[in-house]
């Protein structure tokens, strides 16, 4: 029998408390009235709803529905999920990542930046939750209340650390979790987003379904950052012959036959040479794997139009 206390924190003052893997399991999660706390929850869930809390900081594991922040004020959050919704919030600083466009109505000073965590257990309770890390349009916001002439959210700084916003756990129940905050070992890869781009020169690269899909992307990732590119953002998406007619144009009948193996990873990445260097390290990294890479500067930026605007659709955006 499941006793709901066990999935609510409520009426909290100055604690740390938190939830280890397995422990909340898919279930659904409710934190209330809460001041100067500090709350983690390391597992997946169901749906969270976060109401009346007040200068929190607070990191949420996967959600498989929707997060709901109702009426909370000058908290700071780490969260993944596939909706995002507040409502009559005050300055909420967000590291976010929602498969979904985020919401926001009758909220102000509300600020976003990419996700950005990792503990051994995340991979696998972000496939629990079904999202993908791949899915990421934290920057893509939805003011559903627009005030003329105000803005009502922005964008977190670039150089924005984690731990300055939500610290690591100092109770030695939540200290056994293994965490990371650094950047360059985020579960979810940290991408610009709908940050002003340095560069005119963005390319294209989409990986196709097998076991070392996801490997193959950070990899590149990897690699590309390396080298001071930067990943604009990612998708993951099915794509049918008609879409790849579309996104690939006169390569398609290349890849069309590797579409019935599952989804196909994409991924932008921006600065001056972006092409080249994205081919040349396809081809010294990955020479065994076939990948679409655009092949100029030129067709490049049509490329990531022509993916984009599909992937969109799919995902009804």
């Not at 938190?18 to 399991?25: N, Q």
């Not at 999920?81 to 009758?106: G, H, N, Y």
């Not at 987003?193 to 020169?201: M, N, V």
Request: proline content about 4%.
């Amino acid at each position: 029998q499941i006793d709901p206390k066990d999935y609510t924190f409520s009426g909290l003052k100055d604690e740390t408390v938190g939830r280890l893997p397995g422990k909340v399991a898919g279930q659904q999660f409710v934190i209330q009235d809460c001041e100067n706390c500090n709350i983690y929850i390391f597992d997946h869930s169901a749906t969270i709803t976060i109401d009346d809390c007040v200068n929190c900081k607070i990191f949420l594991g996967p959600i498989k529905g929707s997060v709901f922040f109702r009426d909370c004020k000058d908290c700071k959050c780490i969260v993944a999920c596939q909706q995002f919704r507040s409502r009559d919030c005050r300055k909420l600083e967000v590291f976010l990542c929602c498969a979904t466009q985020p919401i926001i109505e009758s909220s102000t000073g509300m600020k976003f930046g990419c996700f950005q965590y990792y503990y051994p257990e995340l991979a696998l309770q972000f496939k629990d939750a079904g999202l993908s890390i791949f899915n990421n349009t934290w920057s893509n916001i939805h003011d559903f209340t627009p005030v003329s002439g105000e803005n009502n959210w922005g964008l977190l700084p670039e150089n924005a650390v984690v731990q300055d916003y939500v610290p690591l756990p100092s109770s030695e129940e939540l200290k056994a979790v293994r965490i990371s905050t650094d950047a360059t070992r985020s579960i979810i890869p940290v991408t610009r987003g709908r940050r002003q781009k340095s560069s005119d020169e963005s390319c294209l690269a989409v990986f196709f379904a097998g076991d070392y899909t996801t490997a193959n992307a950070r990899k590149l990732i990897d690699e590309m950052t390396g080298k001071g590119f930067e990943l604009v953002q990612t998708k993951e998406v099915s794509m049918k012959a008609e879409d790849a007619h579309r996104v690939f144009k006169q390569c398609a009948s290349e890849f069309i036959p590797l579409l019935e193996k599952g989804p196909v990873v994409a991924l932008e990445f921006n600065g001056d040479g972006a092409v080249e260097g994205c081919r040349s390290t396809i081809n010294d990294v990955f020479s065994g794997t076939k990948v679409f890479v655009s092949e100029s500067k030129a067709s490049a930026s049509q490329d990531v139009d022509n993916f984009y605007n599909f992937a969109d659709m799919q995902m009804g955006m």
